[in-house]
């Protein structure tokens, strides 16, 4: 069976050639192990080089945007397959409906918010999909950091902490989500753990 890889990231290319060149040779690897490509369906920033880097390897490209951003002339011209949707909620329900795995690359708070959303999905048991960081030149290490933080304090158990997969090589990371089961966890409810 195909897979589908969701792919959060910037709609800017930020400020250094690592995260462009990240886009572009994780979107190469995803098309060299046969997985097509789910993202924000925009033509901008690390969007765009990832979309564009997946068509000239091959790859399908789904986009999902909401029709106000497309109407904005934001979406992506030259997809496989463009869904434009009436609202972000819509485009992130779609997203993961089409999705087997979802990775999270630089970006800003609609990245850290679809990538937290997703893992949030995994950690109650609502979803069983695998949730990956190609963490850059280190850009992710500070909310690693505060994960960490929420396990020592209690907020998060060591095996839900375990489901954040993170990589600085897109080749070890995309290896390392297709081997990864999640497991089926019950996430406690009270003031202690379990």
Known sequence: MA??????CGSSPGSR???????????RCLVANGISIV???SH???MGILADSALEAGGEVIGVIPRSLAGKELAH???????VVDSMHERKALMADLSDAFIAMPGGYGTFEEFCEVLTWTQLGLQRKPCGILNVDGYYDPLLQLFDRAVTDRFLKPVHRQMVIADASAEALVARLLACEVPAVEKWLGRTQA
């Open 17 to 27: 050639p690592s995260y462009a060149w990240a886009a572009a040779s994780l979107a």
């Open 39 to 41: 993202y924000g369906g």
């Open 44 to 46: 901008a920033g690390l």
């Open 77 to 83: 011209p030259r997809l496989s397959d463009l869904k």
């Open 3 to 8: 897979q589908r890889f969701c792919v959060f």
